[in-house]
């Protein structure tokens, strides 16, 4: 049964290979369809993982709130000669601390981008004023020394902590612990050094999920106790210069955020915190943003994409499909004799549909693996030379050679039905189309044997006789 | 050549061709337009009869059903002792497979296999095992003389010798009948003669032979030939060489 099988196949590929060239071209539509389904995966799914990386670096079951400035109209009722006061508060931190049992961990940030210098070098960079237990929420990978401790927030400690990037612009060659760097006109040492979170999250993100300050050539981060930050930098800011000439804003925090223990707290713990924040404030100076749904959407995003790549994929692969049933069509109507032959010889009609059938599949088989070479190869690139993540996961493999075994065997079946259920009589006297110099005829030496003799052959064609069936015309009447 | 098959040596001058009464007709849109009009024939057992008669008299119409490619309307045929109006497409492939043996105008090669391929598919639709269909194909092919040529494609032998790789795949399966459909038509004299001088061979040997023909040389070397004039027989003629 198996060297059947094996028989049957190699009886196809010796079929397929006489039409090289119209083989090849037909299977390159598979070869393509395939490629794209798994690349446009591919790329899908990479998109979408990489999202999911940096959703899920902000914690799905955090709760971040942040200051937002108030809307511009607002702002020009209020005379511009005052200081304008929004954000969160302090007060919001001890609220939250004290009304909301889940909030497991309450982590208040404020940031400010800096000059910082140190000997000749200066850099700018975020100065993150934020409490001890930060590292609760942010994976924070102390690579010197230590980080913040409640002793700094205690005794409001002139100290920091430096990531890997401030690090290299300022202490090339020196062994930064211990140093002092000089911030505002002010002194801090350095006792320890962490790894760049950005680094952890990939690439920086353009999602607005990061703080804004970090677009505008900010790089590095300087932590610092948020006591000392509010000691040492007060909460108002001054500013110069536009035709008003002076604005002031006073901004307690930037950030806080809420860890909850579950990620089934999460969603009621953000009406709970809304209603606070709602009562609390009089105008909208803040932002919740829940990771959580994020990721939730970011997850409706993915199914989205994957659906509309995936349909454009398979548009291709259907189309390949087509192409593959018409060239068997083709096929069927060129080899109507070979049909008849083969039904006197005692085909069975299902022999014919396995004959056919097989071509097709064995057509759309090797394109489909090509395809799968192709498109492995395709995110690749993608990755190289266009910077974006790929994913090329086993189940889009399996789909788009499954996919293309399925369209073999589907666009298949009609043609390899028609052949099988010609009359073998009419096919056995079935002739070619007359040849009158179209090109075609010229390749296929055949076509002339079919003939009828009835009208004079050119001495060209007749030269051809020793490879041709039959030169002397045809049996019209068998 | 080899001693034919032991298989015919049991068949010879019992009836393995019965017709009874055979009509066959053709709707040509609402019109009935009949090809046979009630045949009455019987072929025996190491037989060598010939099929004559002019354009349109019935004799490609008579061959298909004898070939069990074509279904009578109406009528009986025997083939053994199988009765083919009753069976179906399939039973019907198995016949032609197994039964009948046939040698065409225009030889009707398959053009992407070789010789010994050519040779071999028909035995292949019967399921024969692959070593004993290349040993039989090698066998026969030796028997018409082509044992030099069995990797040969078809395009690459002149038309003698086609119809001899022809004369082979009718015998693979050991028929009851070999149909020869103008076996000569198609060659020149000196090829034609070769391909008679074979068929006379294997009638020597046992064969059970029909051939359709409008050639009274051909004819004239066959036991009997039967003319048939608007889809009956004219006239049956013995060429007194045989029985």
Not at chain 1, 161 to 190: A, C, M, N, Q, W
Not at chain 1, 325 to 345: D, H, K, P, W, Y
Not at chain 2, 105 to 120: A, G, K, W
Request: net charge neutral; hydrophobic share 40%; proline share 4%.
């Amino acid at each position: 049964m198996l060297s059947r099988i094996i028989g049957i196949l190699l009886i196809s590929l010796r079929s397929l290979w006489m039409h090289r060239l119209r083989s090849g071209l037909t299977t390159l539509g598979i070869v393509f369809g395939v490629a794209s389904v798994i690349s446009m995966l591919a790329i899908g799914e990479g998109a979408s993982q990489q999202a999911q990386q940096q959703i899920a670096h902000l914690g799905s079951t955090n709760i971040i709130l942040r200051t937002v400035k108030p809307p511009d109209q607002e702002v020009a009722d209020a005379s511009q000669q005052t200081i304008q006061e929004y954000g969160l508060r302090y007060a919001d931190t001890e609220r939250f601390r004290e009304t909301i049992p889940d909030a497991q961990v309450v982590v208040p940030v404020r940031r400010k981008p800096k000059q910082i210098f140190y000997q000749s070098r200066r850099i700018t960079a975020e100065i993150v004023g934020t409490v001890p237990w930060y590292t609760e929420l942010v994976p924070i990978e102390v690579l010197l020394g230590r980080f913040l401790t409640p002793m700094d927030m205690h005794y409001s400690q002139a100290i920091c902590v430096v990531d890997e990037t401030v690090l290299d612009h300022l202490f090339k060659f020196d062994d930064p612990i211990g140093r002092d760097v000089k911030i505002s006109g002010e002194y801090y040492r350095v006792v320890g050094v962490v790894r760049d979170i950005s680094a952890v999250s990939g690439a920086q993100d353009d999602t607005s999920l990061q703080s804004s300050a970090q677009s505008n050539g900010v790089s590095g981060a300087v932590y610092i106790a948020l006591a000392t930050m509010k000691n040492r930098f007060g909460e108002t800011e001054i500013q110069f210069g536009g035709s008003t000439g002076m604005s002031g804003e006073k901004v307690e925090l930037s950030e806080i955020t809420i860890k909850v223990p579950s990620m089934e707290l999460v969603l009621p713990t953000r009406v709970v915190l809304a209603d606070l924040l709602e009562r609390h404030h009089k105008k909208k100076d803040y932002q919740i943003i829940v990771p959580l749904e994020l990721l939730r959407q970011a997850a409706r995003t993915k199914r989205l994409f994957s659906i509309v790549l995936g349909s454009i994929a398979a548009i291709s692969l259907l189309v390949g499909g087509i192409g593959i049933m018409n060239i068997m069509l083709a096929t069927v109507s060129e080899r109507t004799r070979e049909i008849g032959i083969r039904r006197a010889l005692g085909a069975r009609k299902a022999d014919i549909i396995v004959q056919f059938l097989s071509e097709t599949v064995l057509l759309t088989l090797v394109g489909g693996l090509l395809g799968m070479i192709l498109g492995a190869c395709i995110p690749i690139l993608v990755t190289v030379f266009g910077k974006m993540p790929t994913v090329i996961t086993p189940g889009a493999m399996i789909l788009s050679f499954g996919i293309s075994a399925g369209i073999g065997l589907t666009f298949g079946l009609y043609p390899a039905y028609q052949a099988a259920n010609m009359d073998p009589i009419e096919s056995l006297r079935h002739e070619y189309p007359p040849p009158r110099n179209s090109p075609q005829d010229i390749v296929n030496a055949d076509t002339y044997n079919n003939l009828p003799n009835d009208d004079a052959k050119s001495p060209k064609v007749q030269d051809r006789v020793h490879d041709n069936e039959f030169p002397f015309g045809v049996a019209r009447n068998f | 050549m080899t001693s034919p098959d032991a298989k015919d040596s049991d068949r010879q001058g019992k009836t393995v061709v019965t017709i009874e009464d055979l009509y066959k007709s053709y709707m040509l849109g609402r019109m009935e337009l009949p090809v046979l009009r009630g045949l009455n024939l019987s072929f025996y057992g190491g037989e060598y009869v010939s099929i004559m008669g002019p354009s349109g008299s019935g004799k490609s119409t008579l061959l298909n059903i004898l070939g069990c490619l074509d279904k009578p309307t109406g009528g009986r045929y025997l083939l053994g002792a199988e009765d083919i109006s009753t069976l179906d497409d399939n039973q019907l492939s198995a016949i032609r497979g197994k039964r009948i043996g046939f040698i065409f105008q225009s030889f009707n090669l398959i053009r992407q296999l070789n010789i010994i391929e050519n040779i071999e598919v028909a035995m292949y639709y019967q399921h024969v095992p692959k070593h004993q269909r290349r040993r039989r194909a090698i066998m026969l092919a030796e028997r018409v003389g082509l044992a030099d040529r069995i990797k040969h494609r078809p395009f690459e032998l002149s038309g003698g010798q086609q119809q001899r790789v022809a004369i082979a795949r009718a015998l693979a399966n050991d028929p009851l009948i070999i149909l020869a459909d103008e076996p000569t038509g198609n060659l020149d004299s000196q090829s034609g003669a070769e391909i008679l001088e074979i068929l006379n061979e294997l009638n020597a040997q046992g064969k059970t032979i029909i051939v359709v023909t409008h050639d009274e040389q051909i004819a004239s070397q066959t036991h009997r030939s039967i003319h048939l004039l608007d889809g009956q027989i004219d006239r049956i003629q013995s060429n007194g060489t045989g029985e």
